[in-house]
């Protein structure tokens, strides 16, 4: 039993159940975890798309899913078990990275408690920008990337695990674009390590085989050169992707928009003076006092990076979880070189901290009882099979943040019209229509590469309007793209109704409400 139930066992369970439970409304907020499904859908049945399969503004224009591969896996996911199977399938990775951080701090002198307490802070600070979407493979691969650069500069590993960093990363370009930071992340360690090689090299000649006490784990040019060679193949892995030069303009696109960071959340620096703000910066705060504590011995380079995801969370909020998982793994490394460290183990009673202990530790048989609860509930997924936490049907959409109470409108309305019939949608409510009204086109969603910085800020300067501006502009998008159904947000009753509800409602000579929700209301056209 003691083999079975390690603390890593049971880590894992705890973070599992906590992700099944925590994120079984909220993993599924982002309109992006709906229409992801149907591009999934597409490649698989019909082949790679090349132009605009959803809205009717954009009809026509060339446009490729360029995070086909996460698709492709979520289309099938979804085959196999639903939005059950889509949240086991998120609970169970993220769940495993944090368990393999919780590991090495262990394993670095950390007991059960505190390391637990580490890593859960780093997963809760991050867990903002968590939702069952393509970009979770970013904070796996990211966190892995550092394991690995950490390793080795520990010597722990060889260079053929950066090697495999080559493969993995042609794997991560088509799964998300995040495989940017990857190779800036492996780019910088190599720099740091190559300037501390050629400082060690200035007016000292190499003795073979010596271990070198510059700080690096460059010790020869031939290690130099492999380094700055693993590198470039990194940074060469993006142009490995079915859409050719064509991945890389979107990317572009996006990181140099001017537009994004003004009118999409997850794109705006971060505010210090909000709790999410708060988090980050407090984590950060915290990473450094754990820094300082290693003075006077010269960081590690690998120690180092956090902070330069600290600084781009600054910069961009999304960066935000990137410097969580990095600190994650760059303190469970950093923690026995502190002075922290070492007033915890002398004066404490070892609960806390301990001697660093890297010896071998049973890998398979911690995780024989989480591997059958995930067999488990994969199982219940399947067959169907309701149950609290693990079964089929324990995802559920909050009617605040998803309009699921308008399904049967919306649906109805889908199957008494022809294919292609049009609607005027809020960009945040094209995915629910792309996923539950397939046949139906709409106006716009958040594909923001496909519509461009000019198209968004007209969008979004006309919602801005008020009612009487907004109209004019609205009616001659009604005119112009003939729709006669529009499905626009709603707030809570306790505060103002958005522009665009206000102007149809007084209106109701041509407009009038067919349909209301919690999150969106549906109007009708007036011929």
Not at 443 to 471: Q, V
Request: hydrophobic share 45%.
């Amino acid at each position: 039993m003691k083999r079975l139930f390690r603390p890593e066992t049971l880590f894992f369970l705890a973070i599992w159940f906590v992700l099944l439970l925590a994120f079984r409304e909220r993993g599924f907020y982002d309109p992006g975890s709906l229409w992801h499904i149907k591009v999934g859908e597409i490649i698989l049945n019909e082949g790679m798309p090349h132009t605009d399969p959803f809205s009717y503004t954009f009809e026509g224009r060339g446009w490729v899913p360029q995070q086909w591969g996460a698709e492709v896996l979520m289309a099938l996911t979804h085959r196999i078990g639903g939005f059950d199977a889509m949240l086991l399938a998120f609970a169970t990775l993220i769940a495993a990275l944090y368990t393999l951080i919780f590991r090495r701090a262990m394993q670095a002198g950390m007991g059960p408690i505190l390391a637990g307490l580490m890593v859960g802070v780093c997963l809760f600070v991050g867990a903002f920008h968590y939702f069952v979407r393509p970009h979770m493979f970013t904070i796996i691969l990211l966190g892995w990337t550092m394991v690995a650069i950490i390793d080795y500069e520990r010597g722990r590993c060889s260079e053929w695990r950066l090697i495999g960093l080559i493969p993995l990363y042609i794997l991560w370009t088509n799964l998300h674009g995040g495989v940017l930071g990857g190779t800036m992340t492996v780019g910088l360690a190599v720099a740091g390590w190559g300037v501390l090689f050629l400082k060690s090299r200035m007016g000292k000649s190499e003795v073979p085989g010596q271990t070198s006490e510059s700080g690096t784990p460059i010790r020869n040019w031939r290690t130099a050169f492999l380094l700055c060679g693993i590198v470039v193949a990194c940074g060469l892995t993006p142009f490995i992707n079915p859409h050719g030069m064509e991945m890389i303009r979107i990317w572009q696109r996006i990181v140099e928009s001017k537009v994004l960071p003004t009118v999409v959340h997850e794109h705006m620096p971060l505010n210090p003076t909000e709790p999410l703000g708060m988090a980050i910066i407090g984590l950060g705060a915290f990473y450094l006092i754990l820094l300082l504590g290693t003075l006077p011995r010269r960081p590690q380079v690998t120690w180092l990076i956090p902070l330069v995801w600290f600084a781009l969370s600054f910069k961009g909020i999304r960066q935000g979880p990137l410097f969580a998982i990095t600190a994650a793994v760059a303190m469970a490394d950093l923690w026995p070189h502190t002075v922290w460290h070492r007033l915890l183990v002398k004066y404490g009673d070892g609960s806390l901290a301990r001697s660093p202990d890297f010896s071998p530790r049973p890998f398979v048989a911690p995780f024989i009882v989480p591997a059958l609860a995930i067999m488990t509930a994969l199982c219940l997924d399947i067959t169907h099979t309701p149950a609290p936490l693990v079964g089929y049907g324990w995802v559920r959409f909050d009617p605040d943040f998803v309009p699921v109470d308008l399904n049967g409108s919306i649906e109805e309305y889908a199957a008494h019209v022809p294919a292609g019939t049009r609607v005027f949608n809020d960009a945040n409510l094209g995915g629910y229509l792309i996923y539950h009204a397939p046949s139906l086109k709409i106006f716009m969603d958040d594909r923001c590469e496909l519509y461009g910085d000019d198209w968004i800020k007209g969008y979004a300067d006309t919602l801005g309007l008020p009612p009487s501006e907004l109209g004019v502009v609205f009616e001659h998008w009604a005119t112009d793209y003939q729709f006669d159904r529009a499905l626009v947000m709603t707030n809570p009753p306790e505060r103002e109704k958005p522009s665009i509800e206000r102007y149809l409602l007084g209106n109701p000579q041509k407009w009038r409400e067919v349909a209301r929700g919690k999150r969106a209301v549906m109007f009708e056209r007036i011929r």
